[in-house]
C-alpha cells in the first residue's frame, strides 16, 4: 500500500511514504513531464535516519504502479478516459480554463443546456486550469431538476476562481454565491470533486459554494478559498433542505464562516475539515444533525457555534490558534464530543452560560445519558477505520464495459479499474467479480435487468486490495452478494436491494450510500453518510447480525425499525436523523424505533416529527439476559438523544 505523506510544489519533489520490508522509507522523485513518466524518473531512498538505501527494482515499479493511491488524496492530477459520456467545459464549450478568459458564458451555457433528471444527470468535467468567472453558476437553470455534478481534475489542478472586485459580489447584506446548487428537497445527487473555487479579492459578499443535496451526494476533495479573506460563507448550506449529504476532505480559508447550516431537516456527515482564519466560527449550525469526525481548525474564534435544536457530534477535533475570550465550542443546543484538544482558547467548551475549564475531552456529553439497563455512561467507541481509496492513473489499466463483448469479459480483462461510461445497462444472471479487479466505477450509471430477470454481482475471489464499487444506481432485482475475505466499499451510489453477505465475508464499507441494510452474518461494518428509506413498505432499515457496526451519520425516512442489533452484535451510532414521515396505524404503535436484542447498542440521534401519530411510540427496545424493557418517546424531555447507552461493562 502507498500512503502520500507530503506534497511540495511540483517545481520541486513531492515526498511519498512507502512500506518496505519492515522499515518505512522515505522515496523521493524528480518531476517530469507527467505524472505517468514517474517510473522513469530517478528514485532515491532514504530510511528515517537519512542513510540511503537500495531499492529493488519491483519497488520502483510498485511505486508507478500505485500512483493512482496517491491521486485519491485529491493532491494530484486525475486522470479519465475520454469516453465517460460527461459534457467536457473545455472541449465541448470552449472553456479556456486559462485565467484570464472570462468562462461564466462557457460554464452557463452547458448548465442551461444541460436538462438535468433523475433519469439523465449532467456531469461536467473540468479538466485542469484556472476557469476565470464573474457571476453565479446556477445549477437550477430551466429544464433541470436535479442530478448535476462538477467534477475536476484534481484540486490543486482544477480552479474555478471568480474574478477580483466582481459586480454584485460587494454586499454583505445580500451574498452570491460562485456555485449555486437548487434546493427543495429533490435535490438529488449532486456531486462536487476535486476542484478549488476561489472567490478572488474584493467580494466580501461572495459565498463559495451554496449547495444542497438530498438522500445522497457530496462534496469531496474541494479547497475553498478567499483571496483577502473576505467573504460571507465558504460552504453553505442553509437554504431548504440540507442533506444528507457527505462533505469530506474539504478545507476552507478565510471568510466570515467556514460553514453554516441551518434547518431541522435533514443532516450533514462532515469528515477530514480543514479551517482557517474565519472571523466569526469555522462551523456555524443552526437546529441541523452534524456528524463530524477529523476537524481541524487554526482560528482566533469558535471552532464550532451551535444553536436552536441543533446537534453536533464531533470526533476527533484539534482546535488551534484561539483566543482567551471564547471557547473552541459555543454551544446552546445540544453536542456529543470525544477526543478533541483546543490550544489558545479559554475552553474547549462553552455550554450555555457556563465555560467548562477542560482544554481536552475524551468524552463530552451535554446532557444526561440514558440507558434501560445499568449500563456505563459512554459510547461503545469502537474501532474506526478508513474507507479504502483507489484511482489508476494509468488508463491502460482502465477497461470500459462498452469495449467488451459482455460485461464479464471486461471483468476478466485483467485490468484494475473496470468503467461503465454514463447510461443504461443490463446485468446477465451473474457477474464474477475477479481478484484483478481494484475498482467498479459508474458514472451515475444504472444497472438493471429485465423484469422477468435476476441478476448477482458476486465477490468471492480473495484479494489483499479492497474492491471498490462506485457511482451506481443497483436495481432491485441485482443482488450484491459479498462472499469473499475480500474488503469491499460501495461510495456514492443507490442500492435498491440489499447487500447479501456470508459467515466469512470481509469488511465493509459504506459511503454516501442509500440503502436498506439487512446482513445475515456477522461483518466488520463502517457507514459514512447512510440513507434508509422505507417510504414504500415498512420494514427494518439496519439489521446487525453479531458484527460489528460503526455509523457516522444515518438518516431514515418511513416506518418500520430503524435498526436492530441481534446475537451479540456491538452497533454504534453517531447520528443523524430519524424522520418516519408517515402516520402510524394503532396495529404498528408497538413498534420500536431501535431493537436491541442480548447485544449492545450506544446511540445519538436527532427525531423530527412531522404531525401526529408521525413518531415511534417506543424509541428503544431492549431485551437482556431474557428482561425486556422500553424507553418510550412520551419519557423523552426532548427530541435529541445526546446518548443512550445499551450495553453491558466488559
Not at 527494482?57 to 494530484?76: C, I, M, P, Y
Not at 441551518?262 to 482564519?277: A, G, K, M, P, Q
Not at 478533541?340 to 482558547?345: K, L, M, P, S
Not at 465493509?508 to 413498505?537: C, G, M
Request: aromatic share 8%; proline share 4%; with cysteine.
Amino acid at each position: 500500500m502507498l500512503y502520500c505523506r507530503k506534497l511540495l510544489s511540483w517545481s520541486a519533489i513531492f515526498t511519498l511514504l512507502i512500506p518496505v520490508a519492515s522499515c518505512s522509507y522515505v522515496v523521493q522523485a524528480e518531476k517530469k513531464e507527467s505524472l505517468s513518466s514517474i517510473a522513469t524518473a530517478e528514485v532515491l531512498a532514504t530510511d528515517n535516519n537519512q542513510n540511503k538505501v537500495s531499492l529493488e527494482q519491483n519497488q520502483s515499479v510498485k511505486l508507478a504502479r500505485s500512483l493512482g493511491e496517491v491521486s485519491s488524496t485529491g493532491s494530484l492530477v486525475k486522470n479519465f478516459p475520454d469516453d465517460i459520456g460527461w459534457v467536457d467545459i473545455k472541449r465541448d464549450y470552449g472553456a479556456k480554463g486559462d485565467g484570464i478568459t472570462d468562462d461564466t458564458p462557457a460554464i452557463r451555457k452547458a448548465l442551461a443546456e444541460a436538462n438535468a433528471s433523475y433519469n439523465e444527470p449532467t456531469l461536467i468535467y473540468f479538466p485542469e486550469g484556472t476557469y476565470l468567472v464573474s457571476d453565479t453558476l446556477e445549477w437550477s437553470s430551466k429544464g433541470q431538476s436535479c442530478c448535476v455534478s462538477f467534477q475536476g481534475q484534481g484540486k490543486d489542478r482544477t480552479i474555478i476562481k471568480l474574478k477580483d472586485s466582481s459586480p454584485g459580489f460587494d454586499s454583505v447584506e445580500q451574498a452570491k454565491a460562485v456555485i449555486r446548487t437548487r434546493a427543495g428537497n429533490v435535490a438529488f445527487r449532486h456531486y462536487i470533486r476535486d476542484l478549488t473555487v476561489n472567490t478572488g479579492i474584493g467580494n466580501s459578499g461572495a459565498i463559495g459554494i451554496d449547495y444542497i443535496a438530498n438522500n445522497r451526494g457530496a462534496i469531496e476533495d474541494v479547497n475553498i478559498e478567499s483571496g483577502d479573506g473576505a467573504g460571507i460563507t465558504g460552504l453553505s448550506m442553509i437554504r431548504e433542505w440540507p442533506g444528507p449529504s457527505l462533505v469530506k476532505n474539504v478545507s476552507i480559508d478565510g471568510f466570515k464562516r467556514g460553514i453554516r447550516t441551518f434547518h431541522s431537516v435533514y443532516s450533514v456527515t462532515l469528515e477530514n475539515i480543514t479551517l482557517r482564519n474565519q472571523t466569526f466560527a469555522g462551523i456555524q449550525n443552526t437546529s441541523n444533525a452534524l456528524a463530524i469526525r477529523n476537524l481541524q481548525s487554526n482560528n482566533s474564534v469558535p471552532a464550532i457555534k451551535n444553536r436552536g435544536s441543533g446537534l453536533v457530534i464531533v470526533l476527533d477535533g484539534n482546535f488551534q490558534g484561539g483566543s482567551p475570550k471564547v471557547s473552541a465550542i459555543d454551544n446552546t443546543a445540544q453536542v456529543y464530543a470525544r477526543n478533541i484538544q483546543a490550544q489558545g482558547y479559554r475552553s474547549a467548551i462553552k455550554h450555555w452560560d457556563e465555560t467548562l475549564p477542560a482544554l481536552s475531552y475524551d468524552e463530552y456529553i451535554s446532557a444526561p445519558v440514558a440507558s434501560l439497563f445499568e449500563s456505563p455512561a459512554h459510547s461503545l467507541n469502537l474501532p474506526i477505520e478508513e474507507t479504502p481509496a483507489f484511482h489508476d492513473n494509468n488508463l491502460d489499466n482502465w477497461a470500459s464495459v462498452r469495449d467488451y463483448p459482455s460485461i464479464q469479459a471486461a471483468m476478466n480483462s485483467g485490468k484494475s479499474t473496470i468503467y461503465f461510461p454514463t447510461g443504461n445497462y443490463s446485468l446477465e444472471e451473474k457477474i464474477s467479480i475477479p481478484a484483478t479487479v481494484r475498482k467498479i466505477i459508474g458514472f451515475e450509471s444504472k444497472l438493471g435487468v429485465p423484469k422477468d430477470k435476476q441478476a448477482i454481482l458476486k465477490i468471492e475471489e480473495d484479494s489483499p486490495h479492497p474492491l471498490i464499487l462506485e457511482g451506481f444506481l443497483v436495481n432491485e432485482r441485482i443482488t450484491i452478494d459479498h462472499a469473499s475475505p475480500r474488503t469491499l466499499a460501495i461510495e456514492h451510489s443507490k442500492l435498491q436491494s440489499s447487500i447479501h453477505n456470508a459467515p466469512n465475508s470481509g469488511k465493509l464499507f459504506l459511503e454516501d450510500v442509500q440503502n436498506i441494510l439487512q446482513l445475515e452474518h456477522p461483518q466488520n461494518v463502517w457507514a459514512r453518510q447512510l440513507n434508509s428509506e422505507t417510504l414504500k413498505e415498512p420494514q427494518t432499515k439496519v439489521i446487525n447480525n453479531g458484527g460489528n457496526f460503526w455509523i457516522l451519520g444515518l438518516k431514515t425516512e418511513g416506518k418500520g425499525s430503524v435498526m436492530e442489533t441481534n446475537n451479540g452484535g456491538k452497533t454504534e451510532l453517531l447520528g443523524t436523523l430519524v424522520y418516519p414521515v408517515r402516520e402510524f396505524a394503532p396495529t404498528e404503535k408497538k413498534q420500536a424505533a431501535f431493537v436491541n436484542n442480548e447485544s449492545s447498542q450506544s446511540l445519538i440521534y436527532k427525531l423530527q416529527v412531522s404531525g401526529k401519530n408521525r413518531n415511534y411510540p417506543i424509541q428503544i427496545k431492549e431485551t437482556r439476559q431474557g428482561k425486556t424493557k422500553f424507553l418510550h418517546s412520551k419519557e423523552l424531555s426532548e427530541k435529541i438523544i445526546t446518548l443512550f447507552a445499551g450495553y453491558q461493562a466488559e
